[in-house]
């Protein structure tokens, strides 16, 4: 987990409302991601930057938005248009111009109440 | 959309015993990464291998690759207890995104002590 970090680590939303998930990292990288994960699954994409400013939609973005204002930030909101937001959600970091690894962050577990 | 597969889905074994997850994908890769994770946590890299190589090595790990096949295993050997974990393979595209990854759903580990 580190040089990347993610607060908080579990929370719990009312229906209809919007949630902030916080993903910092000091590893001085480039790309971030941010991955879904249900139970007994492996990780789905939702969105990736590869430089300040600007972003993509991965696999299943509808219901999720992001912003990468700074390099160190990757926050993603989680939107009442989500129609199934509980899951583990995982943000990830790597170098540019690199197809080698990503680094993780601990994860933060969302539920919705 | 997932690219790799795991298989088994679930692996129990006694410590002291090899462990071996095979992971198949669809389309022509750069390199193909396999990662652990341990229950409600981030996920760690284990290990990379690139499209021209067939097998490397980091201490108790072993992984090949067969492109022809399109797919990989992973053996543990002289297993632990504390490797019990979930082990995913990731694939990078040929072309496109050089720095997306696509996980398979995972092998579930268990080591008896």
């Known amino acids: 987990d580190g040089g990347i970090t993610q607060s908080p680590k579990y929370l719990f939303r009312k229906e209809g409302q919007n949630v902030t998930l916080s993903c910092e990292q000091n590893?001085?990288?480039?790309?971030m991601y941010w991955y879904r994960q249900d139970p007994g699954q492996g990780l789905r994409l939702i969105y990736y930057?590869?430089?300040?400013?600007?972003?993509q939609k991965g696999d299943i973005a509808e219901g999720y938005s992001v912003s990468r204002e700074k390099k160190e930030s990757f926050p993603l909101t989680v939107t009442s248009a989500q129609k199934n937001p509980t899951a583990f959600y995982l943000c990830?970091?790597?170098?540019?111009?690199?197809?080698?690894?990503?680094?993780f962050g601990p994860g933060t577990r969302l539920t919705v109440l | 959309s997932q690219q790799g597969e795991e298989d088994p889905q679930a692996l129990s074994i006694q410590e002291g015993e090899n462990a071996t997850m095979n992971c198949s994908y669809k389309?022509?890769?750069?390199?193909l990464q396999w990662y652990r994770q341990n229950s409600g946590r981030g996920l760690v890299h284990l290990i990379l291998?690139?499209?021209?190589?067939r097998e490397k090595h980091s201490g108790r790990l072993r992984v090949t690759l067969d492109t022809s096949k399109k797919s990989s295993s992973l053996l543990i050997t002289a297993s632990r207890a504390a490797d019990t974990a979930s082990y995913f393979c990731?694939?990078?595209?040929?072309?496109?995104?050089?720095?997306?990854?696509?996980f398979g759903s995972g092998t579930q580990l268990t080591v008896l002590p």
């Open positions: 291998i690139r499209s021209n190589e």
């Open positions: 930057s590869q430089i300040v400013n600007d972003f």
């Open positions: 990830a970091s790597s170098a540019q111009g690199s197809t080698t690894q990503q680094f």
């Open positions: 990731a694939t990078v595209p040929l072309s496109g995104s050089a720095r997306q990854l696509t």
């Open positions: 389309t022509s890769i750069n390199n």
């Open positions: 590893l001085n990288h480039d790309a």
